[in-house]
Every structure is written in C-alpha cells, then in structure tokens.
C-alpha cells in the first residue's frame, strides 16, 4: 500500500521561501515518477510540478517557472518542492502524488498526499 506524508507547509510573506517535502512508503520509490499539484479555493486542481523517475524529465506550471524546483532523494524516498519568491496567487493546498506505472502527468497518477496548506501574504 502506496502511503505519502506530506509537511513543510505554512503562512509566509511574498518574496519568501517555503520547501515541501513528501515521504513515501509501500513500493519501489526510485522507479516512480512524481510531481505536486495544487489546488485554491474555488479553483481546480493544477499540476505544479512533475518530474520522471530519472529526473530527466521535469514540467512546471507556467506560474511557477523559475521560481519552483521539484527534486526526489531516492536514498530517503523523499519528493521535495523548493518554492522561492513565493507570490500570494501560490497560496492553495499543496498534493504530493505519484505514478508507479510511469510519467504521464499532467494526468494524475493513483496516489495522493493528504495535502499541506500554503499561505503567502503581500
């Protein structure tokens, strides 16, 4: 059983820097691909951030380009999500996710984080 504990989110001011991280259990982490999707009030949820099993390939929300670095450490089956010169249009609830099968994103893979709350202040 896929499990992703997500934390490292919290209430910061614009121009700020917050690093999410998500521990993952239950398979073979080093061939998964990953990424993090976010969702604001009243809106959809977004890709934020993908990236293949090699780290090859990566994508990034147009948004975020830049400013945003998704990278894993195999070592400790981690994800992270580097957010630098945050903007309060990033303030939404951030998801961990990912895709045993492999990179399809944007679409979603099966597995989801129980999400960590981001909030940027101007």
């Known amino acids: 059983q896929v499990q992703l504990v997500e934390s490292g989110g919290a209430s910061v001011q614009a121009g700020g820097s917050l690093r999410l991280s998500c521990v993952a259990s239950g398979g073979l982490f080093s061939s998964w691909a990953v990424a993090w999707f976010r969702q604001a009030p009243g809106k959809e949820r977004e890709l934020t951030a993908a990236l293949s099993w090699s780290a090859k390939i990566s994508d990034y929300a147009r948004s975020v380009q830049g400013r945003f670095t998704i990278s894993k450490d195999n070592n400790k089956n981690t994800v992270y999500l580097q957010m630098n010169n945050l903007k309060p249009e990033d303030t939404a609830t951030y998801y961990c996710?990912?895709?045993?099968?492999?990179?399809?994103?944007?679409?979603?893979?099966?597995?989801w984080g129980q999400g960590t709350q981001v909030t940027v202040s101007s």
């Open positions: 996710n990912v895709n045993p099968r492999g990179y399809y994103y944007p679409t979603p893979g099966d597995y």
